[in-house]
């Protein structure tokens, strides 16, 4: 876990004409409040703890940074809906339970996403 958050926050956000740069802005206004209103609600939600990220800023382009987010409730809406962003959902299962988790990945979304 410590070495991902270092690793994600390693990352350069910028411009896209910069070539050091690994992630930008997002698409659009629509596309930010979407994502702004996830983290909204993860940060407000007991299930749901930031391991990094949680923060955006609209001043200047709509800039989200890489965030990622721990759940204990893998039926959480943050597991089910497809936010299209910089924006990562994270479930953790027992090593044991490996068939029960396939079954939950295939039963929690309408998209399969994993």
Not at 9 to 17: F, M
């Amino acid at each position: 876990r410590d070495r991902l958050v270092q690793l994600v926050n390693e990352v350069k956000i910028g411009s896209p004409l910069e070539k050091e740069t690994f992630t930008s802005a997002v698409i659009d206004q629509l596309a930010f409040k979407k994502i702004a209103g996830y983290i909204d609600y993860a940060n407000g939600s007991s299930e749901v703890k930031v391991v990094t990220g949680g923060t955006y800023d609209d001043t200047v382009g709509f800039y989200i940074p890489p965030t990622i987010y721990e759940t204990t409730n893998p039926k959480n809406k943050i597991m089910q809906d497809d936010i299209f962003g910089p924006f990562l959902g994270v479930y953790v299962y027992e090593d044991s339970k490996v068939e029960e988790t396939v079954e939950l990945v295939d039963e929690t979304s309408a998209y399969g996403l994993t």
